[in-house]
Every structure is written in structure tokens, then in C-alpha cells.
């Protein structure tokens, strides 16, 4: 089920997945070192504070005004994986630079800052604590294998049921809707289009973070019955991709073959579960009792995978627990204000 995340005047979007492949990253489309006035690079081990740190610098940007966008945990939505801080063509970056998306510096000292927020940690306490932690890493690493083993196989069975959905006659229908859909607004964008990720596999489940940056255009969603939605997405936007061109992509978490929706100039297209604009369900695939069957596995083994990120979760959780309790955060407040007085200065707040 996705869950749709209320609208906070914000850009907001993921920049890895977990999908049917493992997990990918955005994180060297998103953060190229080249593009930024400045990248701090946050560094430390669960529970040293590096998505509070992050969440105070946006806070602190949006009460002065500034453009920002937030970067969302693809495992937990509930944290932030970075922040973007822009204005009259000045970039300034936090992100988490620790694994999955391990980050050095590109450009040290010119650009990128690497800060290590476990420079704070209580060494002697932490030692006391050494069998517990590594029984937690091995126990998380072990949840997060069976997560994406799990994952693999729903992938074989998508795309099975996919090939099967393109050689009925559902396609014919679900060509029928998209090009009724299709909105001509003749304002074409010749331009490269970007690849964002508006929603995550985790924990929680297929998570949708609503898109902000177009919030003034006609924003047109789209729900189905687990993959008609997906085909007349994806038709929708070869047709306006080739037509009028397209800025942005959104990219399934999934994989990056199915299409979650996309921007043109003037229109937004999002796949949602509830008060959609259309309903593609009478697309529906139950005149093929093979493909309601494929979908019902899918939809079991989404539902398996995500049971074992929440167990992964618990663990990771447990760890910060123990991290953050032996740890002196003060140096993360001396961090904070050097890094919004940087923004400030920069920004010319």
C-alpha cells in the first residue's frame, strides 16, 4: 500500500532504492561535487545524530527563506538522508556520507567536508559494549540479505506478469486510455530530462512522497489495480516525451524500467492509491486469471520483503540506541552553527 506523505512546501525525494535488483543509489547524479559551492559530508556510525544535524540545517534555511530540498531515507522515510540548500545559483549540500551510499571527498577542501560525527563517541564505554554491537551488525546485515533475496524473486514474477499484460489484450486498453489521456500542451523542453525518486520500498512498505517542485501546475495522479497503472504511466510518458519533451522522471524504486510518473512544463503525472484524478482499474487483469495470480505472489512477497527491512529496522534501531547513549553531543551544536553561519554568509541572509 503507498502511503502519500502530506505536502510541506518543500522539494522532497529519495535518492537510492531498494528494489528488485538490490539497492541503487542517485547520490552521484544528485550530489556532483561540481555543481555545489559547498558539500558537508556527515560521517558516523548509527545514532550520532547525522539525519538530526540535517533536519536542523533545512529548519533553519526554511525559517529564513531559502530554497531547500530534503533527501529522504530510501530504508526509513521517517530520516533524512541530505539536505539542499540553494539560492541565485549557489548550492550548499549536507548529506549522510556513511554505507549504503558511502561518500568521500571529490573535491576535498575546495568543495567537499568531511565531518566525522563520531569524534564525540565514548571510546572506553564503547568497547564495553563490542559484543552486543557486533551480534546487532551481523544480525542487520543477515535481514537486509533476506530483504533483497525476497525482492529479487517479486522482480521475476513482475516481470513475468508484465510480459504477460503486454501480449493481452489489456494493452490494447491501457494504449486506448493514455492516448486519451494524453495532454498536447504544445510547450515543448528540449532539454535532458532528471531522474528523481519520489517513492521507496522499506519498513513501510511502497512509500510515495508527493512531488512539490511543480505544485502550481495541473497535477494529474493515477491509480490502478497493481499494474495497469504502471503501463499507462509508462505510455504516457513515451508519448509526451516524444511530443513536447519531458524535465523530470520519476523512477520506481523497483526498477528504473518502470515508471513511477513524470513533469513536463506545465503537467505533473503521479502514480497515488487513493483520491486519484483517474482510475485505471477497469484496466483490470481479472479476465486472466494467470496474471491475478502473479500479482497476488507479487503483492505476498512485496509484503515478506518488507517484514524483513522492519526487521533490519529493530536492529539498526538497537544500534543507535546503544550508540547514542555513549556519545557527547555537543559538538554536533558547534557543528550546526558552523554550518548554518556558512549558509548565512554565503547565501547573503
Not at 549557489?90 to 565531518?115: F, N, Q, W, Y
Not at 486506448?176 to 535532458?192: C, I, Q, R
Not at 505476498?300 to 522492519?310: Q, R, V
Not at 550546526?336 to 547573503?348: C, N
Request: hydrophobic share 35%.
Amino acid at each position: 500500500m503507498i502511503k502519500e506523505y502530506s505536502n510541506t512546501g518543500r522539494k522532497q525525494y529519495f535518492a537510492a532504492a531498494n528494489g528488485y535488483t538490490g539497492f541503487r543509489s542517485l547520490f552521484g547524479e544528485i550530489f556532483k561535487s561540481e555543481d555545489y559551492d559547498r558539500i558537508f559530508v556527515l560521517k558516523g556510525g548509527p545514532g550520532t545524530g547525522k539525519s538530526t544535524l540535517t533536519r536542523r540545517v533545512l529548519s533553519h534555511a526554511e525559517k529564513i527563506g531559502i530554497g531547500c530540498e530534503a533527501i529522504y531515507c530510501s530504508s526509513d522515510p521517517s530520516s533524512l538522508d541530505g539536505a539542499i540548500i540553494s539560492k541565485d545559483g549557489v548550492k550548499i549540500a549536507v548529506l549522510d556520507g556513511t554505507s549504503p551510499h558511502e561518500r568521500d571527498a571529490v573535491i576535498p577542501g575546495a568543495v567537499d567536508e568531511i565531518i566525522n560525527l563520531a569524534d564525540g563517541f565514548d571510546i572506553c564505554a564503547m568497547k564495553a559494549e563490542r559484543e552486543r554491537i557486533t551480534e546487532l551488525c551481523k544480525d542487520k546485515k543477515a535481514a537486509y540479505e533476506r530483504a533483497y533475496s525476497i525482492l529479487r524473486s517479486a522482480g521475476s514474477v513482475w516481470d513475468t506478469a508484465f510480459n504477460i499484460f503486454l501480449k493481452s489484450k489489456l494493452y490494447y486498453k491501457a494504449e486506448l486510455f493514455a492516448k486519451e489521456l494524453f495532454k498536447d500542451d504544445k510547450k515543448s523542453y528540449l532539454g535532458p530530462f532528471k531522474r528523481k525518486l519520489i517513492s521507496s520500498f522499506s519498513r513501510l512498505g511502497h512509500t510515495h512522497l508527493m512531488p512539490e517542485e511543480n505544485a502550481t501546475d495541473q497535477l494529474i495522479s493515477i491509480r490502478g489495480d497493481g499494474i495497469s497503472e504502471y503501463i499507462v504511466m509508462g505510455l504516457l510518458f513515451d508519448l509526451h516525451y516524444a511530443a513536447v519533451g519531458v524535465q523530470e522522471k520519476y523512477l520506481s524504486p523497483f526498477s528504473e524500467n518502470i515508471c513511477d510518473g513524470f513533469c513536463t512544463s506545465s503537467n505533473q503525472y503521479v502514480i497515488t492509491n487513493e483520491n486519484a484524478s483517474y482510475d485505471v482499474s477497469m484496466i483490470d487483469s481479472h479476465d486472466c486469471p494467470e496474471l491475478v495470480s502473479l500479482l497476488s505472489t507479487h503483492r505476498e512477497l512485496l509484503s515478506l520483503s518488507s517484514g524483513a527491512f522492519d526487521e533490519a529496522s529493530k536492529y539498526h534501531f538497537e544500534l543507535e540506541s546503544i550508540y547514542s547513549a555513549h556519545i557527547d553531543f555537543t559538538e554536533n551544536e558547534r557543528l550546526l552553527k558552523r554550518i548554518t553561519e556558512y549558509i548565512d554568509s554565503r547565501l547573503g541572509v
